[in-house]
T-cell receptor, first 111, second 108 residues
Framework: DGGITQSPKYLFRKEGQNVTLSCEQNLNHDAMYWYRQDPGQGLRLIYYSQIVNDFQKGDIAEGYSVSREKKESFPLTVTSAQKNPTAFYLC??????????FGEGSRLTVL | GIQVEQSPPDLILQEGANSTLRCNFSDSVNNLQWFHQNPWGQLINLFYIPSGTKQNGRLSATTVATERYSLLYISSSQTTDSGVYFCAVPRSNYQLIWGAGTKLIIKP
């Protein structure tokens, strides 16, 4: 069954800790994305990757880091430098036509 | 840069009613997507519709690219249609600009 898998679905973190969110896709898409969503708000782009071993900053990259070592995987690390990390994080991949497909999301809460 | 506006921002309907959601964009685009975010947060790709009309069950979408708008129609609404509907257009080859969304509540 093709799709995008994000894990964990829920994550709690203490202030000052880094945390890594996983995103795996088996759709054979080249491009992948990370978005952040705050309650009642729209989506904001954190990072995106057009191809393996390449990635670009989005609109709110500060305090986040990514890697793209494999086509299938695009993990996001929320570092301690991110001042307000509590949010809903969505990973997506892009078909060559431009259509975006999303995972189920990861909810991060900083205690 | 290109602007995307969605209307109405909120819509409350009884089950069985029909609804029309609108997405206006300020410049010509070569594609447009509609998404539904359910109450659990998952975003579902509804339509990829650069122009013309597409239908999928009770949902249909029409994009009039020359007039810079798209409409999403939901007929015979069900409570499972509740959530937020977003439209998005390309800002570049790899980035999208998102509308603020229309929050739809379907009451039983």
């Amino acid at each position: 069954d093709g799709g995008i898998t994000q894990s964990p679905k829920y994550l709690f973190r203490k202030e000052g800790q880094n945390v890594t969110l996983s995103c795996e896709q088996n759709l054979n898409h080249d491009a992948m994305y990370w978005y952040r969503q705050d309650p009642g708000q729209g989506l904001r782009l954190i990072y995106y990757s057009q191809i393996v071993n390449d990635f670009q900053k989005g609109d709110i990259a500060e305090g986040y880091s990514v890697s793209r070592e494999k086509k299938e995987s695009f993990p996001l690390t929320v570092t301690s430098a991110q001042k307000n990390p509590t949010a809903f994080y969505l990973c997506a991949s892009r078909r060559n036509t431009g259509e975006l497909f999303f995972g189920e999301g990861s909810r991060l809460t900083v205690l | 840069g290109i602007q995307v506006e969605q209307s109405p921002p909120d819509l409350i309907l009884q089950e069985g009613a029909n609804s029309t959601l609108r997405c206006n964009f300020s410049d010509s685009v070569n594609n447009l997507q509609w998404f539904h975010q359910n109450p659990w947060g998952q975003l579902i790709n509804l339509f990829y519709i650069p122009s013309g009309t597409k239908q999928n069950g009770r949902l249909s979408a029409t994009t009039v690219a020359t007039e810079r708008y798209s409409l999403l129609y939901i007929s015979s609404s069900q409570t499972t249609d509740s959530g937020v509907y977003f439209c998005a257009v390309p800002r570049s080859n790899y980035q999208l600009i998102w509308g603020a969304g229309t929050k739809l509540i379907i009451k039983p």
